[in-house]
């Protein structure tokens, strides 16, 4: 019950007292008795994501990927349930407050790693508009595996860019350094003027239907 988020330890008596909980029909009467998560009703409803949870959601512009910043948060726009999970439930990777788009959340700490890791290079795919013209050689310097931005002493890993406009397009990349899309994109001399993360792997963020702050329960097993 805690695991999930349902109430605390101390509280699991109570509920269990209340016949909130139920097995093959039958109340669960103590605390210590084991049950398989997926054999148990909680209030007459089978126990949510009993095998971790893993959901997509269409980050809105202006929330923040954290747990402790002032200001409106991605967990905002989560059931609280969720957040009384334990593990506790992390966004997997991070968006800025200026960028919308394709986020994934879990509570499985290893899932959260495998799609983080340098050494999978998941490709991420981001829509974006600039306040100036990319210049068209900006498609082979980021494909190059040598195009470096300031700071970095390693160059960036090549990088897919296909424009759609003078100020448009789509950038893929395979690794997640910080700021990285506005930061390459400046270097070039085109400041990112708009910016939403639009594909994470096989995940397509057209292909869900999401508005804005909703989300949706997806199989981990996608990404293997």
Known sequence: ?????????????????????????????SPNEKADPQDVLVDGEPVEFPNGLYVAL??????????????????DLLPAQ?????????????LDKETSGLLLLTDDGAFEHAQTSPRRHVPKVYAFTTEQAV?????????????????????CLPAELRLTGECAGRLTL????????????????????????????????EDLNLAPGEWVAIDPAMFS
């Open 135 to 155: 210049p068209p050689a900006a498609v082979e310097q980021f494909a190059s595996g040598e195009f470096m931005l300031q700071g970095e002493r390693t160059p």
């Open 174 to 205: 395979h690794e997640g350094r910080y700021h990285q899309v506005r930061r390459m994109l400046a270097a070039v001399g085109a400041p990112v003027l708009t910016l939403e993360r639009v594909e994470i792997g096989p995940l397509k963020l």
């Open 1 to 29: 019950m805690s695991r999930y988020g349902y109430c605390s330890r101390r509280e699991v008596a109570q509920w269990l007292k209340r016949g909130r909980v139920t097995r093959a029909g039958e109340p669960v009467r």
């Open 82 to 94: 969720w957040l009384r999970r334990n593990p506790a439930v992390n966004t997997v990777g991070r």
């Open 58 to 75: 269409n980050k809105p512009l202006g929330c923040t990927c954290s747990h402790k910043e002032a200001g409106e948060l991605v967990y």
